[in-house]
Antibody, heavy 119, light 110 residues
Framework: QVQLQESGPGLVKPSGTLSLTCAVS?????????WSWVRQPPGRGLEWIGF???????SYNPSLKIRVTISVDKSKNQFSLELTSVTAADTAVYYC????????????WGQGTLVTVSS | QSALTQPASGSGSPGQSITISCTGT?????????VSWYQKHPDKAPKVMIY???NRPSGVPDRFSGSKSGNTASLTISGLQAEDEADYYC??????????FGGGTKLTVL
């Protein structure tokens, strides 16, 4: 059974960098899947952030592209998210997910982790 | 990229059927058969209910079905049950090799 688990600080200061890691078990990060981050601000809908392939290829949401980096660590079978210059608008529950297909859908998800941007 | 358009809310009584729409553009829904639907209960991770317009993952009841016509995709839930009360989100792959979600529909089972 594929399992994903997010980890990282729950509080980040404004203008700082949000860093999260997603540990993958039950599948290899080098499999023919893409690995993704999705977030949900309080009271709002889901927002796709981006995804990464094990080769390092990435695709990002155009609205976040200049601030986002998603990378893989094959040795630890995990992938990571970095979001720079954060503001209160980046406060959200952040989910990591496995993307299947072209990739066009997310079949396995982490439980999510709340990150609050506040001084 | 703009979010796909979904109705903010919908409702139905147990046993009834309900259809939720998801409207995009020729850059996403209209071009690919890569529309997915997710069910989200409060404080839970989203769960894929339909992928590639009409495919159901193993374990999803056949009460859930999907379709598409032009730039609009639809999710139909037949034989509504209390446990179906949740938020539903559509998503689509895009011509820019990105993914876009809809704004979400809050389904109430009366």
């Amino acid at each position: 059974q594929v399992q994903l688990q997010e980890s990282g600080p729950g509080l980040v200061k404004p203008s700082g960098t949000l860093s999260l890691t997603c540990a993958v078990s039950g599948d290899s990060i080098s499999s023919l899947k893409w690995w993704s981050w999705v977030r949900q601000p309080p009271g709002r809908g889901l927002e796709w952030i981006g995804f990464v392939f094990h080769t390092g290829s990435t695709s990002y949401n155009p609205s976040l592209k200049i601030r986002v980096t998603i990378s893989v660590d094959k040795s630890k079978n995990q992938f990571s998210l970095e979001l720079t210059s954060v503001t209160a608008a980046d406060t959200a529950v952040y989910y990591c997910a496995r993307a299947d297909g072209d990739p066009d859908h997310f079949d396995y998800w982490g439980q999510g982790t709340l990150v609050t941007v506040s001084s | 990229q703009s979010a796909l358009t979904q109705p903010a809310s919908g409702s139905g009584s147990p046993g009834q059927s309900i259809t939720i729409s998801c409207t995009g553009t020729s850059s996403d829904v209209g071009t690919y058969n890569y529309v997915s639907w997710y069910q989200k209960h409060p404080d839970k991770a989203p769960k894929v209910m339909i992928y590639e317009v009409s495919n159901r993952p193993s374990g999803v009841p056949d009460r859930f079905s999907g379709s598409k016509s032009g730039n609009t995709a639809s999710l139909t839930i037949s034989g509504l049950q209390a446990e179906d009360e949740a938020d539903y989100y559509c998503s689509s792959y895009t011509t820019s090799s990105t993914v876009v979600f809809g704004g979400g529909t809050k389904l109430t089972v009366l």
